[in-house]
């Protein structure tokens, strides 16, 4: 059990139906498609759906309270038990039920976001912090204004830790979901170039992670990347750890081995750690959870038993074995600047290969700066890779500028994805190893799977 309807009554006095304040609500939920025994039905109105329509067939589902937007109209023939709590808008109803709910458990709450990394940050404190405590973390990309009250709701009542990733695009929306989390902890991976379009400058993009501490607790902590200096000139008046590889900083990274299945590295003098990723990004994205952990009074032990049951999110530097037993990196989920250099370096620091090719496409969401930025990631790649290939609008400029350069590199752009699929086939034995990275919308996956 969440709740009684009872609880939904306090926060929505106005009710129609059967009243039996003791009745259960098991599950919320928004799609009446899904199977969910004793459930509240909240039905969303968005630009091409009205979640109202539905009704008949959430009860179906197993509802058997629904939140009700005052304005429509009630359908008839509906089962004479079931609950109605009218509200004047129910995505703001929603929202509300979620910070009373969370109230009513009362867990400490982590709040991560950043440009890149959150999520591989929020599935390291979610494996770690359930070594010592009941977790309940983010599934999937519910991190917006939707999907993290629906995180929030579907929260056991004996959650002790609740780990939320916060997505955003634009200023406010960070804002608007951190009051409703209050978290106790929050954690800013990085700053990225992800939705400059919308965010105008790097220095806007801070602006708007930094948004999280308008929720957090009086008494609450802020764990940053500490070599992010757009991060440490906006802070105010907040409790911070910092973590980073510059002597400044609280949690020093240091001694980082990277290798194709995971990265070794020590915080500070004595404590070695090691995660199951490649990449000091990810050493980074670690040592977050570790300042974590600690602050809650975890030992390193535990924390590094933790680390090293992370489970690998499909196409997020995935490693697939190929045709001849070729090395395929599908980090295609999602890209972003920053992401796609940091994956670059991860190959150019891998040993046995006697090519190292990546092929890259088009990282969406950056408007004017869109030449600009796709230019800079040609400064990553040197003579440590031997193939680069690309593939779309934008990633063209990769290509350009690395054939100005005249490295000894081969260097190719590809209008037709069918042809570069042909060209990877050449490159199939053991000896090899693949990078695909791209924003998903280039649909990576084709060229992976014509490599498998």
């Known amino acids: 059990m969440l709740f009684t309807v009872d609880f939904i009554k306090e926060c929505f006095s106005d009710c129609d139906g059967m009243y039996d ?141 609740l780990i939320l990733e916060m997505g955003m695009n634009h200023f406010r929306e960070i804002e608007q ?114 300042a974590l952990a600690r602050k809650l009074n975890m030992d390193d032990q535990t924390v590094q038993e933790g680390l090293l049951k992370l489970s690998h999110s499909a196409m997020r530097f995935e490693q697939i074995h190929g045709k001849n037993d070729a090395l395929l990196i599908n980090d295609a989920y999602n890209a972003s600047i920053t992401s796609t250099k940091a994956a670059i370096e991860v190959v150019k620091a891998l040993d046995g290969f006697k090519e190292k090719v990546l092929v890259l496409g088009d990282v969406l969401e950056l408007g004017s700066y869109a030449k600009e930025m796709h230019c800079s990631i040609a400064e990553s790649i040197d003579n440590n890779i031997t193939h680069v290939y690309t593939y779309g609008h934008n990633a063209e400029e990769i290509t350009n500028i690395l054939k100005k350069e005249e490295q000894h590199i081969s260097v190719a752009h590809f209008s037709n994805k069918l042809q570069l699929e042909n060209k990877l086939q050449k490159h199939l034995n053991s000896n090899t190893v693949i990078l695909f990275k791209a924003s998903r919308m280039m649909q990576f996956e084709q060229l992976v799977d014509a490599c498998k």
């Open 21 to 161: 304040p003791s009745k259960e609500i098991e599950h919320v939920f928004t799609d009446s498609r899904e199977e969910k025994a004793n459930s509240l039905f909240i039905p969303l109105v968005g630009d091409k759906f009205d979640g109202h329509t539905f009704l008949s067939a959430a009860i179906s589902s197993g509802a058997v309270a629904t939140l009700w937007q005052k304005d429509k109209p009630k359908p008839e023939n509906i089962p004479n038990d079931f609950l109605f709590f009218y509200v004047e808008d129910t995505l703001k109803a929603l929202q509300q039920l979620a910070k009373a709910y969370r109230t009513l458990v009362n867990p400490t709450v982590i709040g991560i976001t950043g440009s890149n990394g959150k999520t591989t940050t929020k599935d390291l404190c979610h494996t770690v912090l359930q070594q010592s405590y009941r977790t309940h973390a983010t599934v999937g990309n519910f991190n917006n204004h939707i999907g993290l009250p629906l995180t929030i709701l579907q929260m056991p009542r004996n959650t002790e830790m």
């Open 177 to 290: 979901l951190t009051k409703i989390a209050c978290p106790d902890y929050a954690i800013i991976t990085n700053i990225g170039e992800s939705h400059i379009e919308y965010l105008g400058s790097r220095k806007g993009i801070a602006q708007a992670k930094l948004e999280i501490t308008l929720g957090l607790k009086q008494e609450g902590l802020l764990i940053i990347d500490g070599d992010e200096p757009l991060l440490i000139e906006q802070i105010q008046d907040v409790q911070v750890i910092t973590c980073g590889f510059s002597d400044t900083n609280d949690i020093k990274l240091r001694d980082v081995v990277i290798d194709i299945e995971k990265t070794i590295f020590k915080i500070g003098s004595n404590s070695r750690f090691s995660i199951p990723l490649a990449g000091s990004h990810h050493a980074k994205n670690a040592s977050y959870v570790i």
